[in-house]
């Protein structure tokens, strides 16, 4: 996910600047607002091999890539992950490990800061023991900071990505104390997206405008104590903004994704649009798939756009938002992303809100992504909401993880 | 700017090195040196390059300007004026840090 201030806006000159490898779906935590697809657990093509990602690897190479994100899941999952740090490092990436912290040892940071790995990013859910546990579906908080601070004992230049949400948006001061105490250099507060697990949980998780404000003034407070010691990222939510996001710098633009079965996708979400086809690493080279590939080229340029992005004087800036987010709230991912105010679906975004925070409203358990919730999801075809009304209306049924 | 804790402009005698959270290298692919750092990329153009390539903790700043006016002679005065804004720059982004 790109971040906000932290992505240089560059043009790639048409290569994948950025080569994202989800070497895993498995994933010892649970938390409902996990970006892996809601039916990551049907029967698919077994996961990669060593050799084969491998092969990935060294082609993104050649086609251009620079930085290289191991995430899942959970790839300290992964056996070999040391093994293709090490090959990445040879190849000349800047690697960066995506992790939960789950599985991170000593013995496993040294392997890894020996194999060249740059730089960690772990995922902190909340500054309270009991809250993270639940949110997260295990006992996490603990091992989370005693990584925390193994990860910084060892020199790796390191992000805290706190996803944020109704949850835990509160508890921004008690966050940025406990990254000031790890010594974090990075501090992502991300509000999470609503896509896949975070849209079947999205009554539960949005929160308000007043909300977000207090927590963006907690973050330049903190900006203006800390300087340059600690750099504070505030990932913007979407929903209350007015103009869409420069989803992934546009599609096909730098992104490249390719996931636990080698499909190659233009964002981490992008398999959730119905109607293209993702073939795979095992089919085609990545060459191929990133210069050649229809679903590559399906958004790029403008003459997909709908007739109110390709007049408006800001498509070169937002590229016409998020073809994911557009698919999932108006069904046809070549619309305006509903974020933006000039979208005639905009108003799905304002219902969205108001129906989260309708008073009365009956709080629903929210659905753990475990592997039984991601097979009767999957039963239940949902992969989202493709009508626009009603998302979450199926979750009634989904059992909820008892931690 | 209104930060009393922003420092002073770079200063003859001092000497700049890369903030250790950034990797500066060559990148053929670009033809040109880039920064990586946690998820980013800065693509350098060729005077930041040269000057960033120098922030080794070991040059002063004057030691820089001499090396930069060779490199690039006619007009010392402006190479001068242009070393003292990028490195000031580059400080304020966070690249390079002063050397205690």
């Known amino acids: 996910m790109p971040k906000d201030g932290s992505v240089v806006r560059l043009d790639g000159q048409g290569k994948p600047l950025w ?15 996990c970006s892996n ?28 890539a620079l930085q290289l994100g191991f995430t899942g899941g959970e790839p300290l999952l992964r056996d070999d ?76 230049p390191m992000v805290l990505n706190v996803p944020v949400f ?39 998780l949005l929160p308000t405008r007043e909300q977000i404000a207090a927590a963006e003034r907690e973050v330049q407070a903190a900006r203006e104590r800390l300087g340059d010691r600690m750099t504070i990222y505030f990932v913007i939510p979407d929903y209350y903004e007015g103009r869409p996001k420069a989803c992934m710098n546009g599609w096909g633009s730098i992104h490249l ?11 981490q979400e992008a398999r959730i649009i119905q109607g293209l086809d993702f073939p795979t690493v095992r089919d085609k080279s990545l060459a191929w798939l ?6 590559f080229e399906k958004f790029r340029g403008d003459a997909w756009m709908s007739p109110t992005c390709r007049s408006c004087d800001e498509k070169e800036k937002d590229f016409g938002g998020c073809r994911c987010q557009a698919f999932l709230m108006t069904g046809d991912a070549a619309n305006t992303d509903p974020a933006c105010a000039r979208s005639p679906h905009h108003h799905l975004i304002g219902e969205a809100i108001a129906r989260a925070h309708a008073p009365g409203r009956k709080v629903q358990p929210l659905v753990m992504r475990n592997d039984g ?31 | 700017m209104t930060d009393i804790t922003a420092p002073s402009p770079p200063a003859a005698g001092e000497r700049y090195v890369l903030n250790p959270m950034y990797l500066f290298r060559w990148e053929p692919t670009q033809d040109a040196h880039v920064l990586l750092y946690p998820e980013g990329i800065v693509k350098l153009n060729q005077t930041a390059g040269d000057i960033i390539a120098r922030c080794d903790g070991r040059r002063t700043v004057a030691d820089l300007v001499g090396e930069l006016q060779q490199r690039y002679p006619g007009d010392d005065v402006r190479v001068a004026e242009g070393v003292y804004k990028f490195l000031e720059v580059f400080r304020a982004k966070g690249w390079i840090r002063r050397q205690a």
């Not at chain 1, 990669?48 to 990602?53: C, G, I, K, P, Y």
């Not at chain 1, 579906?137 to 989370?144: E, N, Q, W």
């Not at chain 1, 990075?186 to 079947?200: G, S, T």
């Open chain 1, 257 to 267: 994704t390719i996931a636990p079965d080698g499909a190659a996708m233009p964002c």
């Open chain 1, 290 to 295: 990133w210069n050649e590939s229809p679903t």
């Open chain 1, 81 to 156: 992950l040391e093994e293709l740090v090490a090959d990445a490092s040879a190849l000349g990436y800047y690697t960066n490990l995506i992790t939960s912290g789950v599985g991170l040892t000593e013995n496993r940071l040294r392997a890894l800061k020996a194999a060249g790995l740059n730089q960690i990013q772990l995922s902190l859910q909340s500054s309270d023991r009991e809250l993270t546990d639940t949110l997260v579906g295990a006992r996490a908080f603990d091992l989370k900071l005693k990584v925390a601070h193994q990860i910084k004992a060892q020199g790796f």
């Open chain 1, 166 to 204: 109704r949850q835990n948006i509160g508890q921004v001061a008690d966050i940025l104390a406990l990254a000031e105490d790890i010594g974090v250099d990075y501090l992502e507060f991300a509000n999470i997206q609503y896509y896949n697990w975070a849209m079947v949980n999205r009554d539960e």
């Open chain 1, 19 to 33: 080569l994202v490898l989800e070497l895993t779906y498995r994933c010892p935590l649970k938390c409902p607002w």
């Open chain 1, 373 to 403: 919730n991601s097979r009767r999801l999957a039963r239940g075809g949902q992969g989202g909401c493709g009508s626009g009304t009603g998302c979450g209306s199926g979750t009634a049924r989904m059992e909820p993880d008892h931690v």
């Open chain 1, 37 to 64: 697809p809601v039916d990551y657990a049907r029967d698919g093509e077994a996961e990669l091999s060593t050799a084969e990602w491998k092969r990935v690897m060294r082609e993104g190479r050649e086609l251009g």
